[in-house]
């Protein structure tokens, strides 16, 4: 229940709950002071009944029928406990006898002069009585009830119609009151709706976004300005993760861009040396090849990081018309010479398919998700490469295999950089995992998105690109792609100087040679 209903009831049971105490209250006193009028009547129609018995005698003319009575008035006169006669007044102020069944319950009234209520039944109802004592007889006078019970009636009918209108009145008035009084909580509410909705990857995201009532005099101004306080909060924590990140994509940037030099120079020495074997002893030869590959490896990710590190600027794109047609053709061919072992389809349609993006960056995706296919999966899987239209105007390019499928738990995860369901850095266990990130953030520099599904006996990863426009669209999207957190990116370049393990693939601006791009792989658990 919305607490808009609850003090709408609040107040509806307050209002129910006062008209009840006044509508009962007044009732009660309305039968009572009308109940001591009667019973004042009474002592005046006894007083006239004692004086006109006493004046005549019992056995004068109006025995019974006393005069100056109000109609209505019941007289009873008793001898020796029973009743010798009892007549009731009608309107006409004629006596009308009554009958024995009547007068019997009044023979035994107590003789104590104060008023007592006797039901007399049939049409007399209830009855105000007293006895008094007249010679050697008793006189039983009564009032009847039934005027007081009337108003009585009356009255709870006046206050049921009242009450009814009170609450619908107090429920009109209640809910437009609420309402006005809770306008404040709704836009408190409406705000925080709205930055809960929006993605908070930048700071500037919240500019602008604050919360109009923060007037500290009221309950709801002070959670307004709490919550004014708690976005500002937000948006310097945020200021200063940019200003983190932005140091750390510079740091990888700069590091990897310092890193190629004297990787090219030890690769260049060793390659010489490795050359000049017939001088050398084996083992050193073996020791300078051994040198060589290492570095080899190490540039192809000191290239990645450096890759990397330019998408989340916003450069290494270039927009172009690409034939996406052929780049497949091309990725395949080269897959089928490094893995001849790996049954590769293609499934494209019969026209060429154009799209906007980055011919080189483009091949490299497709080069990364089919050598990801057959690098994690026996020999023998089959892989096939498509192309089709997508339901927006995009294109969608598919990799799928047969091969034994994905971890579930390691899916949310896998385009992570550095994502690895191992700690392991043999080459035979697993890689850096830069590969699936590369494909990440190039495909949404080109404004699209990249998606996996995965189930024992089938894998399918999806890009999509844009229809043609993806220029646009990428330019945003290129500047906040994957971007690393301080710790993930300083562990990274850390392991790319110091500890010589598993690199990542050739990366490098406008690299074709599948062979040479299949150490660019995220670990996928189960696909070996």
């Given at each position: 229940m919305t607490l808009r209903r609850r003090l709408v009831l609040s107040i509806v049971a307050l209002v129910v709950a006062v008209s009840a105490v006044i509508g009962g209250g007044s009732i009660v006193?309305?039968?009572?002071?009308?109940?001591?009028?009667?019973?004042?009547?009474?002592?005046?129609?006894?007083?006239?009944?004692?004086?006109?018995?006493?004046?005549?005698?019992?056995?004068?003319?109006?025995?019974?029928?006393?005069?100056?009575?109000?109609?209505?008035?019941?007289?009873?006169?008793?001898?020796?406990?029973?009743?010798?006669?009892g007549s009731l007044l009608d309107n006409s102020g004629q006596a009308e006898r009554l009958s024995s069944a009547?007068?019997?319950?009044?023979?035994?009234?107590?003789?104590?002069?104060?008023?007592?209520?006797?039901?007399?039944?049939?049409?007399?109802g209830r009855y105000r009585v007293t006895a008094a004592n007249v010679g050697p007889a008793v006189l039983v006078v009564g009032l009847p009830l039934a005027p007081v019970y009337e108003s009585v009636w009356k009255l709870l009918g006046v206050v049921l119609v009242v009450t009814v209108l009170a609450l619908l009145v107090a429920s009109a008035v209640a809910t437009a009151a609420v309402r006005r009084a809770l306008r404040p909580l709704d836009r408190v509410a409406e705000t925080a709706s709205t930055v809960a909705r929006m993605p908070l990857d930048r700071s500037d995201a919240l500019d602008g976004v604050r919360v109009p009532d923060a007037d500290p005099a009221?309950?709801?101004?002070?959670?307004?300005?709490?919550?004014?306080?708690?976005?500002?909060?937000?948006?310097?924590?945020?200021?200063?993760?940019?200003?983190?990140?932005?140091?750390?994509?510079?740091?990888?940037?700069?590091?990897s861009h310092e890193l190629r030099t004297p990787l090219a120079s030890i690769r260049g020495y060793a390659e010489l040396t490795r050359r000049m074997g017939a001088d050398l002893p084996p083992d050193v030869v073996y020791a300078m090849s051994r040198v060589?590959?290492?570095?080899?490896?190490?540039?192809?990710?000191?290239?990645?990081?450096?890759?990397?590190?330019?998408?989340?600027?916003?450069?290494?794109?270039?927009?172009?018309?690409?034939?996406?047609?052929?780049?497949?053709?091309d990725a395949v061919n080269d897959a089928h010479a490094a893995s001849p072992d790996?049954?590769?389809?293609?499934?494209?349609?019969?026209?060429?398919?154009?799209?906007?993006?980055?011919?080189?960056?483009?091949?490299?995706?497709?080069v990364n998700l089919v050598t990801n296919a057959r690098t994690h999966t026996p020999d023998g899987t089959r892989i096939t490469v498509g192309i089709a239209a997508a339901p927006d105007g995009g294109v969608d390019l598919t990799v799928r295999d047969d091969g034994q499928g994905i971890d579930p738990g390691f899916l949310p995860k896998l385009f992570e950089r550095f994502a690895r369901a191992d700690s392991s850095r043999s080459r035979?266990?697993?890689?850096?995992?830069?590969?699936?990130?590369?494909?990440?953030?190039?495909?949404?520099?080109?404004?699209?998105?990249?998606?996996?599904?995965?189930?024992?006996?089938e894998t399918v990863f999806t890009v999509h690109l844009p229809e043609r426009g993806g220029e646009?669209?990428?330019?945003?999207?290129?500047?906040?792609?994957?971007?690393?957190?301080a710790g993930t990116a300083g562990a990274?370049?850390?392991?790319?100087?110091?500890?010589?393990?598993?690199?990542?693939?050739?990366?490098?601006?406008?690299?074709?040679?599948?062979?040479?791009?299949?150490?660019?792989?995220?670990?996928?658990?189960?696909?070996?």
């Open positions: 006193a309305l039968f009572s002071i009308q109940r001591s009028a009667i019973d004042e009547q009474l002592q005046y129609a006894t007083n006239r009944a004692q004086r006109s018995v006493e004046q005549q005698g019992p056995n004068g003319p109006e025995f019974g029928r006393p005069s100056a009575q109000s109609a209505g008035t019941l007289t009873v006169y008793v001898l020796d406990g029973n009743a010798v006669v009547v007068v019997r319950p009044l023979s035994g009234l107590a003789v104590d002069g104060a008023p007592h209520t006797v039901d007399l039944g049939s049409d007399l009221t309950e709801v101004g002070r959670v307004g300005t709490a919550f004014n306080r708690m976005l500002g909060h937000i948006g310097n924590a945020m200021q200063a993760r940019e200003r983190s990140e932005q140091k750390v994509r510079q740091f990888v940037a700069d590091a060589e590959s290492e570095s080899v490896r190490m540039t192809s990710m000191v290239e990645d990081l450096l890759l990397l590190a330019r998408l989340d600027e916003g450069r290494e794109i270039q927009f172009a018309d690409v034939d996406l047609t052929g780049l497949v053709l790996h049954p590769i389809e293609v499934d494209l349609p019969s026209e060429p398919v154009e799209v906007v993006g980055d011919a080189a960056r483009l091949h490299q995706v497709i035979t266990a697993g890689s850096t995992g830069l590969g699936l990130a590369i494909v990440d953030a190039v495909v949404q520099a080109h404004g699209g998105r990249v998606s996996v599904a995965s189930e024992p006996g646009t669209a990428g330019a945003g999207a290129g500047a906040g792609a994957g971007v690393a957190d990274a370049v850390d392991s790319a100087t110091s500890d010589g393990s598993d690199s990542a693939a050739s990366g490098a601006p406008g690299a074709s040679d599948a062979s040479g791009a299949s150490d660019a792989w995220a670990e996928v658990p189960g696909r070996s």
